[in-house]
């Protein structure tokens, strides 16, 4: 394999002057930069990316901070990065959260770890990490990116939807087809995102004279595990429901399939609406409904911002990310008393099961 000290002699150049053409930076002259290029060419020589790092002073790598390894909510994530950071000459490297401290403790020492190894940005998904955890990293805070969270001093850096408006809608999708009885699988009460999509749903029931009281809601943790034991509590409770609003996808395929388990037909006798359209509603049984949050744009948008920080890139960033309602075979206009009548008896039902 070339080396630059192959590519310096065959130009008859010495190895500063070969470096200096393949980093684009110094200058040189038009006639030894021509022989260099043929020299390059003629040998095939392909800077190793240690190489490309110690010519440009960058590593070429962002880092990205998840905070789960599972699940069908960060993979599209990652894939969409990794695949704009390799198109652009760029690379990825993940952490996620792991050890034995808190969300918090987990995510700052994933920081912590990805600028260890050198990378040129950061790319951050957790709503554990305060304030004062961004602005602990000094001067790596101006190369960082925080992608469904937002910090005041930092507006600029963050890309997020507008999840009260999400929850919103969720409630709109719900009335229009008649649904009265409301049942909520929340994720935690810890988590940002997810107290706005749930105070923006309550709110569009509260502003259609349905009071909190009348609305069964359990908080879980975003988890298809976590669905499964809800729903399996909310039929235990004997609240009656013709509609369920689970906070994200993965609780509702989860419900889904405790319902499934239960003998209880979706959308027949519960309606079932999700949240983010992930993968996995569009192949879930049957087919979920969910507000749609165009997270492909957000994070790309979130990256190009970084890149055009760290590398002097040119890409247009755009911050509106419209959100809206996908609509499947899970939610369908609700029957009334039979219906009613039905959810009434799905406690004793389910306990056969």
Known sequence: MATIKDVARLAGVGVGTASRVVSGNGSVALATAQRVRKAIEE?????????????SGNTQMIGVYIPVLKGTFYTPILQAIDTELRSSGHHMVVAF??????????????????????????????????????????????QLVVLNHHFDSMAQQCFTADHVRG???????????????????????SSPDNVQRIS???????RHQIDDSQVKMLQSDFSPEGGWASARALIASGHQFTALFCANDEMAVGALS????????????ISVLGYDDTPSAEFSAPRLTSVHIPWRDITLNGLHWLLNRCYDASYSVVREFPVSVTWRASVAIAIGGAKDRALGDTKKHAKHK
Not at 43 to 55: I, K, V
Not at 180 to 188: C, D, H
Not at 200 to 206: D, K, N, P, T, Y
């Open 258 to 269: 405790y319902f499934q388990q239960a003998g209880l037909s979706v959308p027949d006798r």
């Open 167 to 189: 929850g919103v809608l969720a409630a709109q999708a719900l009335l229009q087809l008649r649904h009265r009885k409301f049942a909520v699988i929340a994720g935690p009460s």
């Open 200 to 206: 923006g749903f309550m709110a569009e029931l509260a």
């Open 97 to 142: 959260g792991c050890g034995d401290g808190d969300a918090r403790q987990q995510a700052i020492e994933g920081l912590e770890f990805l600028i260890e190894r050198g990378c040129d940005g950061l790319v951050v998904i957790s709503n554990a990490l305060l304030a004062e955890d961004i602005e602990s990293l000094g001067p790596k805070q101006s």
């Open 43 to 55: 040998l095939g020589f392909r800077p190793s990316h240690a190489a490309r790092s110690l010519l």
